[in-house]
């Protein structure tokens, strides 16, 4: 993180000592924070920016930062209850929004740590880098884990500049998180047009959000709200992308899913017996049945991609290789439905969770034909003898100059193959056995040399990331093996 997102988190994180001592847990602790944050930031566009709010007046910052004792307690409890009845954004923002600071006195010393701040002074993407930040924290702390693995703002960064995105493009981010991906886009489009019609365009009618979890989705129209966008609607909303086909589709998808592979949940038997049953999407659109989420937001990113459109998509090493009739097919189609151009290789110690090991896949759709419309995938390798922690060592945007200036935008026709950059012609890659992609080709010097070995803790995640994978390749190739007729 940045120094000014340093100063940030560790001014935020300074008020949970404010509340441990009242029992608030460490969700909810975050959650009243950024409901006050938003308030307080609100009321800061206004004054210093002279925009327009949507929160009606008799709940916004001012009203509530000048009460005390029990009528800070009451005004703070129904300014949370009428919010959340509002419609469009704010409604979005407070949806199930309770009061959690029930001590009056600690609820005025939170808000008046708030008031004393100019947080819009700040140049930073304030709620996500404070969501982000607190969840680093709480995972260094309680050594649990942070449990999210938000995309580092340097990789987005670089996929925005390649991807270029233009006004007058749709951009959807089926799983977006605190919206780090629709706000990089949203500023790498803003200087392109002075024409007034054109920035409404791009505040009101061209991005689009999904996700899952409620919290992620309220900071993540905080966000957008705060940086203007919207026309007084949410352009991100709560729920489950996979579930159904949308009736809309985009010209781009920029997108982190979740990186939790296989979908299921819990069964309660009449007998209290506890089954776990697997969570397997059946959508018409979908080619292939299977409970793995990477593969199924493959397939739903394929399918809400226009004509034509474009994905840049961060995925987990297990997509390259799975195994079984999805992962494998999947492939396939990548390769013969789409021009499956680029991937990139991210390097471990990037993510919250250490030996994370992920991908960036950079596919254009394509119109049905007779001949595959992959002819090479270009390979950038950023994770052989590349070492980066989230604190010491972390990476930056300096690190992906040359992916960024290997990737040739302009006319990738010019690409040249390097030492980390290599090129794959389409037979080569579906001779491969089981069609995998896991591809490297530059010798490991960890292999050889004990000083150039990442962190132990690196090392473990790897080996329980591996096993893992082994593990499922094992389970695939066990269900083939069952859904085999015995031979005579």
């Known amino acids: 993180m940045s120094n000014d997102h340093s100063a940030l988190v560790a ?90 600071l029930a001590d009056p006195a600690k609820l005025k010393r939170v808000v008046s740590l708030i008031n004393d701040q100019d947080w819009l002074a700040i140049g930073v993407d304030v709620k996500g880098s404070i969501y982000e930040g607190l969840l680093e924290r709480n995972a260094a702390e309680v050594k649990s884990g942070a449990g999210q693995y938000f995309t580092p703002r340097p990789v987005i960064q670089a996929m925005v500049e390649v991807m270029r995105p233009k006004i007058g493009q749709t951009i959807c981010d089926p799983a977006c998180g605190t919206g780090g991906f629709l706000l990089a886009a949203y500023e790498y489009m803003k200087g392109q047009s002075q024409d007034r019609d054109l920035q409404r365009k791009l505040r009101e009618a061209t991005l689009t959000g999904v996700d899952i979890v409620d919290e992620v989705v309220r900071l993540s129209a905080m966000n957008l709200y705060l940086h203007g966008i919207g026309n007084g609607e949410s352009p991100v909303t709560q729920g489950d992308a996979l579930a159904a086909k949308p009736s809309a589709s985009f010209d781009m998808v920029l997108t982190n899913p979740p990186f939790g592979k296989k979908s299921s949940y819990k069964v309660v038997g009449e007998d209290g017996s506890v089954a776990t049953e697997r969570e397997i999407y059946e959508r018409e659109d979908f080619k292939y049945s299977t409970s793995n989420k990477q593969l199924n937001f493959l397939q739903h990113i394929m399918s809400i991609l226009k004509q034509d459109g474009k994905a840049a998509v961060v995925l987990p090493d297990n997509v390259l290789f799975e195994a079984g009739n999805a992962g494998e097919g999947l492939r396939r189609r990548l ?13 471990t110690g990037i993510f919250y969770k250490p030996g994370v090991k992920a991908n960036v896949l950079f596919f254009d759709r394509k119109p049905a034909a007779t001949e595959p419309w992959t002819k090479e995938l270009w390979i950038y390798d950023l994770r052989t003898n590349k070492h980066f922690t989230l604190v ?85 190739v066990a269900g083939e093996l069952e859904a085999t007729p015995e031979s005579c």
């Open 11 to 100: 001014k935020v994180w300074n008020y949970a000592h404010v509340l441990r001592d009242q029992g608030i847990s460490y969700g909810d602790y975050v959650e009243q924070i950024t409901y006050l944050l938003f308030l307080k930031m609100d009321a800061e566009r206004v004054a210093l920016l002279g925009e327009g709010s949507t929160v009606p007046e008799k709940w916004r910052w001012g009203a509530l930062a000048s009460k005390d004792g029990d009528e800070l307690e009451v005004h703070y409890r129904r300014t949370l209850e009428a919010l959340a009845l509002e419609k469009g954004i704010i409604g979005t923002i407070f949806r199930k929004a309770q009061n959690k």
């Open 392 to 476: 010491q060592t972390p990476l930056t945007r300096a690190d992906l100059d040359d992916f960024v200036s290997c990737y040739s935008t302009g006319n990738r026709a010019q690409r040249q193959e390097s030492e980390r950059f290599k090129r794959f012609g389409y037979e080569e890659l579906v001779n491969r056995d089981k069609l995998n992609m896991d591809i490297f080709w530059l010798k490991d010097d960890s292999l050889e040399n004990l000083d150039n070995l990442p962190a132990p803790d690196v090392i473990a995640a790897e080996i329980v990331e591996n096993l893992a994978a082994a593990l499922e390749q094992f389970r695939a």
């Open 335 to 347: 390769l013969d439905a789409c021009d499956f151009h680029t991937l990139l290789r991210l390097p």
